[in-house]
């Protein structure tokens, strides 16, 4: 039967994002193996120290080398930097000369997690506990009954430094925050969602049993704590001091659903993008516009501190790049573009009232591009330009890469931000790019694996 005049307008005027398993079942397949290799990124970075340690190791075993300001370099030359142990530059050099503009890829490596304070070790009633002051924005009740494991690393007084990881490895112990059984919880009941547990009730187990001797130990189970971890690691309590220590859900990635369609990890908000450009990075062979790909620290705190965006480090490697290059770099940044690759909330049915379903993104639907972040009237938003959008739009396009259009949720409930406001005021064009996200900054967030492939593919369309 022949199509009416309003079915062929609704065709050609109309348009829906596809299904990616409907329109290209191929691609199943094709995102399965891409994320095994993903999967293992999640599990040995857990912390952005360690994010950065598995960075250099990938790039190193494709031929990068440590950046050298004193020296030249050609087309498909590969160069890295690291900033402190906390964020990482990676370039490959292309065809084209500097001055016509290099190809920006900003994610982010560190996670909302629970920091241990400066002097974390106490007893109370006979159990040993850490005390920690949470990072970045979480649900707090989200953490308790939660195995927890335990990274970061100690400086000792004589300047050793000593790497720490409780918690990961099969037979290793793990930590955990305790609850109220609902037995006994009729006033924490009455508390605001948000309150359900408190930062000061963010206490984590670490032990029971005290420290055996003939004179009264007056913290018996601290010091029982103290002198295992002594054992291990040669540390006192004095050495907390001068420690980053993070405490992280101990879950290793996962499938999830009975298709396995979906990756359940702790930290992919936003180690899906850092994961993913940094393979579109290394697949970079010798492209037309030299590459920067950036995973840096702080974003969930707001960027600052110097392994942030919102400092020189990122301007000062660009600045280098140019000097190396004999090139202006005022015009380097002004003939740039980048990607601010961030997930962003995908819809969840369960909780449908506080997305904008038009303009929601979906699971299964691609990438999705953010043409602003900010909060209800785009407060703190880089808000990217129409001329940017058709030029990244076209540049997936050409390449097959499904893709969406995604707010982070409805206007009045409240909004977020991402590293683009801060590659804005460098004079670069930018525009937010990157993989919905369920339960984001929880514990456990997810991911489609499909979506995570056509990331990668974005990416590896932008850098072509």
């Known amino acids: 039967m022949d199509k009416t005049i309003g079915q062929k307008l609704q065709?050609?005027?109309?348009?829906?994002?596809?299904?990616?398993?409907?329109?290209?079942?191929?691609?199943?397949?094709?995102?399965?193996?891409?994320?095994?290799?993903?999967?293992?990124?999640?599990?040995?970075?857990?912390?952005?120290?360690?994010?950065?340690?598995?960075?250099?190791?990938?790039?190193?075993?494709?031929?990068?080398?440590?950046?050298?300001?004193?020296?030249?370099?050609?087309?498909?030359?590969?160069?890295?930097?690291?900033?402190?142990?906390?964020?990482?530059?990676?370039?490959?050099?292309?065809?084209?000369?500097?001055?016509?503009?290099?190809?920006?890829?900003?994610?982010?490596?560190?996670?909302?997690?629970?920091?241990?304070?400066?002097?974390?070790?106490?007893?109370?009633?006979?159990?040993?506990?850490?005390?920690?002051?949470?990072?970045?924005?979480?649900?707090?009740?989200?953490?308790?009954?939660?195995?927890?494991?335990?990274?970061?690393?100690?400086?000792?007084?004589?300047?050793?430094?000593?790497?720490?990881?409780?918690?990961?490895?099969?037979?290793?112990?793990?930590?955990?925050?305790?609850?109220?059984?609902?037995?006994?919880?009729?006033?924490?009941?009455?508390?605001?969602?948000?309150?359900?547990?408190?930062?000061?009730?963010?206490?984590?187990?670490?032990?029971?049993?005290?420290?055996?001797?003939?004179?009264?130990?007056?913290?018996?189970?601290?010091?029982?704590a103290l002198k295992l971890l002594n054992d291990r690691f040669g540390i006192t309590e004095a050495d907390f001091l001068r420690a980053e220590i993070e405490m992280v859900p101990a879950q290793k990635a996962s499938d999830v659903g009975l298709d396995r369609s979906i990756i359940g990890a702790y930290g992919q908000d936003d180690r899906v993008c850092a994961y993913t450009a940094l393979m579109a990075e290394i697949d970079a062979v010798k492209p037309e516009y030299t590459t920067l790909t950036i995973l840096a620290d702080k974003e969930e705190v707001g960027s600052d501190g110097n392994t942030g965006l919102n400092s020189h480090f990122v301007l000062h490697f660009i600045e280098d790049l140019a000097e190396v290059a004999h090139a202006n770099v005022r015009s380097v940044l002004r003939n740039s573009m980048c990607l601010s690759s961030d997930v962003n909330a995908a819809y969840d049915p369960t909780f449908a009232s506080v997305y904008e379903e038009r303009n929601a993104c979906y699971l299964n639907k691609g990438c999705v591009l953010t043409k602003y972040t900010g909060v209800r009237g785009k407060a703190g938003s880089n808000d990217a330009s129409a001329e940017l959008m058709a030029k990244v739009i076209a540049m997936m396009e050409k390449e097959g890469v499904y893709w969406q259009i995604g707010e982070l949720g409805a206007v009045d409930q409240g909004g977020g931000g991402t590293i683009a406001k801060y590659v804005a005021a460098m004079d670069v064009d930018v525009v937010d790019l990157g993989v919905p996200i369920l339960s984001m900054h929880s514990p456990f967030e997810l991911s489609s694996k499909l979506d995570v492939y056509n990331t990668y593919k974005a990416f590896k369309a932008f850098y072509k």
Not at 56 to 75: I, T
Request: hydrophobic content about 35%; charged content about 30%.
């Open 11 to 224: 065709d050609e005027l109309t348009f829906k994002f596809p299904h990616i398993g409907k329109e290209a079942p191929e691609q199943t397949e094709e995102a399965e193996m891409f994320c095994q290799g993903y999967k293992r990124f999640l599990d040995n970075g857990k912390t952005e120290r360690e994010c950065v340690r598995e960075a250099v190791a990938m790039l190193e075993m494709q031929g990068y080398v440590p950046f050298d300001s004193s020296k030249s370099y050609r087309p498909g030359d590969k160069v890295y930097q690291v900033n402190r142990g906390k964020a990482i530059l990676a370039t490959t050099f292309g065809t084209q000369g500097l001055e016509k503009g290099i190809r920006i890829n900003g994610a982010h490596i560190d996670s909302p997690r629970l920091d241990l304070k400066p002097n974390p070790v106490y007893e109370k009633n006979d159990l040993a506990y850490f005390k920690t002051h949470y990072y970045g924005g979480i649900r707090k009740y989200q953490w308790a009954t939660t195995p927890l494991s335990m990274h970061g690393v100690i400086i000792k007084k004589s300047g050793e430094i000593i790497e720490v990881n409780i918690g990961e490895k099969e037979g290793d112990p793990v930590f955990c925050i305790t609850d109220l059984l609902p037995h006994l919880a009729a006033d924490q009941n009455e508390r605001k969602l948000r309150d359900g547990l408190k930062g000061e009730e963010l206490n984590v187990v670490i032990g029971s049993l005290p420290f055996n001797d003939d004179a009264e130990i007056k913290e018996p189970v601290k010091l029982m």
